[in-house]
């Protein structure tokens, strides 16, 4: 059974950093691009960012390109997302999503439970 | 960058049909994905390549796409189909993936 648990979630100050972790199973993970989707409270979907397989290809969405960073370890089974120089409109659960190709395009066959993250003082 | 837009809403007897849009510029020529989002839960793709359908999701889900609109159906909707629907794109020329605002579909 493919699952994805998300963790590193939290209350976290403006300006300050977070590092979202997904660990991944019941999958060859080294097969699979990974995504990053976020959800404001009472809002849509919103893309964060994508990784091939091998992370050669890297993707962002501009609202967060420059301050966050995808990267993925495939000993490890596991995806993560670096943020810098959070904000308030970063305030979101965040989704770990398995893309159904090595590459980044496609659909999201996969998703874990999503961790919330706010940035508040 | 690309744009999807989906109504914010559409509502449907039990047993009707809904259908629910997502409008974009020569959409037609993309692969479109469809998601659909129960509250406090995540997304579970139930269209996606426009029209084929994962394992375990009804034939009552299906989805075509044409010029610039593609359509999620939903025939003989149930109680169980209320939910948020999301479309979604990859968009070569921005390497973004794209999604469109999502629609509300109530079940009257």
């Known amino acids: 059974e493919v699952q994805l648990v998300e963790s590193g979630g939290g209350l976290v100050k403006p300006g300050g950093s977070l590092r979202l972790s997904c660990a991944a199973s019941g999958f060859t993970f080294s097969s699979y691009s990974m995504n990053w989707v976020r959800q404001a409270p009472g809002k849509g979907l919103e893309w964060v960012s994508s990784i091939s397989s091998s992370s050669s290809y890297i993707y962002y969405a501009d609202s967060v390109k420059g301050r966050f960073t995808i990267s993925r370890d495939n000993a490890k089974n596991s995806l993560y997302l670096q943020m810098n120089s959070l904000r308030a409109e970063d305030t979101a659960v965040y989704y770990c999503?398995?893309?159904?190709?090595?590459?980044?395009?496609?659909?999201?066959?996969?998703w874990g439970q999503g961790t919330l993250v706010t940035v508040s003082s | 960058s690309y744009v999807l837009t989906q109504p914010p809403s559409v509502s449907v007897a039990p047993g009707q049909t809904a259908r629910i849009t997502c409008g974009g510029n020569?959409?037609?020529?993309?692969?479109v994905h469809w998601y659909q989002q129960k509250p406090g839960q995540a997304p579970v793709l139930v269209v996606y390549d426009d029209s084929d359908r994962p394992s375990g999701i009804p034939e009552r889900f299906s989805g075509s796409n044409s010029g610039n609109t593609a359509t999620l159906t939903i025939s003989r909707v149930e109680a169980g189909d209320e939910a948020d629907y999301y479309c979604?794109?990859?968009?070569?020329?921005?390497?973004?993936?794209?999604f469109g605002g999502g629609t509300k579909l109530t079940v009257l």
């Open positions: 979604q794109v990859w968009d070569s020329s921005s390497d973004h993936q794209v």
């Open positions: 020569n959409i037609g020529s993309k692969s």
């Open positions: 999503a398995r893309a159904n190709t090595a590459m980044v395009i496609g659909q999201f066959d996969y």
